[in-house]
């Protein structure tokens, strides 16, 4: 079983910039790929970044250029560096996990309120 543990979000004016961590923990697991989607009030999550251990990192057209996904080899965290954010960025992000054997985790997702 792994445990996923979001941090950094928070209220923040239209602009600004927010860092959003993600730590997994667990019993021995690998990782396929580990992500952020979000899910703003009203409408379905969605997809914001994912890392995968092999392969390119994806964005979602909203978000590209503006976020940064990163992860430090070896270490299970992900962060997801938000900048120039907008209106239309709130929403509770949730970090998420693809482990090697192919089962989904999600953590319990952080609010991020873009607002003057």
């Known amino acids: 079983q792994v445990q996923l543990v979001e941090s950094g979000g928070g209220l923040v004016q239209p602009g600004g910039s927010l860092r959003l961590s993600c730590a997994a923990s667990g019993s021995a697991f690998s990782i396929y790929t580990m992500g952020w989607h979000r899910q703003a009030p009203g409408k379905q999550r969605e997809l914001v970044a994912t890392i995968p251990r092999r392969g390119s990192i994806n964005y979602a057209d909203s978000v590209k250029g503006r976020f940064t996904i990163s992860r430090q080899n070896g270490e299970n965290t992900v962060d997801l560096q938000m900048n120039s954010l907008k209106p239309e960025d709130t929403a509770v992000y949730y970090c998420?996990?693809?482990?090697?054997?192919?089962?989904?985790?999600w953590g319990k997702g952080t609010l991020v309120t873009v607002s003057s």
């Open positions: 998420h996990l693809i482990d090697g054997t192919y089962m989904n985790y």
